[in-house]
């Protein structure tokens, strides 16, 4: 694929990444915190096994699988995406922290095309999953708890809502954001879609790997979703307002 063959200039893919950090950052002022609580969990979860293997779930420009490399060195991590300019900037950018892939998890069958060689010892996702309804959601994890050996751990960090109206209006007044005066989401693509050395990626993009907007799951769908998969036990580690940290246990 053409964001595989072609890497971006590492100055070039540096600047747009720092950029999508920070816009992130407009949205979930707790973000870099969240990071370290993941790696908390995979670093209790995953003490004594020797190079495990993680898959990061909506890995985007690989912002999580940098961090988690940082956390665990010894560690093999996948990232998997549909979006092939962010793909573009997470090898780019992150060469050795992972090895990025290119599949669609609105699909059947995504993770065949991963090439695991063995089974996972844990999945991670961060402000991913909520571009994916409940039913595409079940799949998702089901095809996850499939590949991940017993005892293995998935942690995903996003905004997971109340279903109690009053309860998830309290939680999203709760929630840390940071308030103007930074580039947002739709500016950044706004400007990438102006810069010329994104050109190619951009039209390689607008063929098929848009986003689907927030389908506010609540917490307790995604622990229903996850039980049913064959994820046995499934609780929050930490919460500020209605960003959630979410463990599951295969």
């Given amino acids: 694929m053409a964001a595989d063959a072609t890497p971006l200039r590492p100055e070039l893919a540096e600047a747009w990444l720092r950029r999508w950090d920070a816009q992130q950052e407009q949205y979930v002022a707790d973000r870099e915190r969240r990071f370290t609580v993941i790696g908390d969990v995979l670093g209790h979860s995953l003490s004594g096994r020797d190079?495990?293997?993680?898959?990061?779930?909506?890995?985007?420009?690989?912002?999580?699988?940098?961090?988690?490399?940082?956390?665990?060195?010894?560690?093999?991590?996948?990232?998997?995406?549909?979006?092939?300019?962010?793909?573009?900037?997470?090898?780019?950018?992150?060469?050795?922290?992972?090895?990025?892939?290119?599949?669609?998890?609105?699909?059947?069958?995504?993770?065949?095309?991963?090439?695991?060689?063995?089974e996972l010892d844990a999945a991670v996702s961060s402000t991913a999953?909520?571009?994916?309804?409940?039913?595409?959601?079940?799949?998702?994890?089901?095809?996850?708890?499939?590949?991940?050996?017993?005892?293995?751990?998935?942690?995903n960090a996003d905004n997971l809502y109340d279903e109690q109206p009053a309860i998830a209006a309290v939680a999203a007044a709760l929630r840390r954001t940071r308030v103007g005066g930074g580039e947002d989401w739709t500016s950044w693509w706004r400007a990438a879609a102006a810069e010329p050395a994104l050109a190619g990626l951009m039209a390689e993009r607008e063929e098929g790997a848009a986003g689907g907007g927030d389908h506010r799951v609540s917490a307790s769908v995604h622990g229903a979703l996850l039980r049913r998969a064959g994820f046995g036990q499934v609780g929050p580690v930490w919460q500020a307002g209605d960003d959630v940290v979410l463990v599951a246990v295969r």
Avoid: K
């Fill in 51 to 118: 190079r495990p293997l993680v898959l990061d779930l909506g890995c985007g420009p690989g912002s999580l699988s940098a961090r988690v490399i940082r956390r665990l060195p010894s560690a093999q991590i996948v990232g998997v995406d549909n979006d092939p300019l962010l793909l573009a900037l997470a090898r780019s950018v992150h060469p050795r922290a992972a090895r990025f892939v290119e599949a669609d998890l609105r699909l059947p069958g995504w993770s065949a095309l991963l090439g695991l060689d063995r």
């Fill in 129 to 155: 999953l909520h571009y994916l309804p409940p039913q595409t959601l079940a799949e998702v994890y089901r095809e996850l708890a499939g590949r991940m050996r017993p005892g293995g751990v998935f942690v």
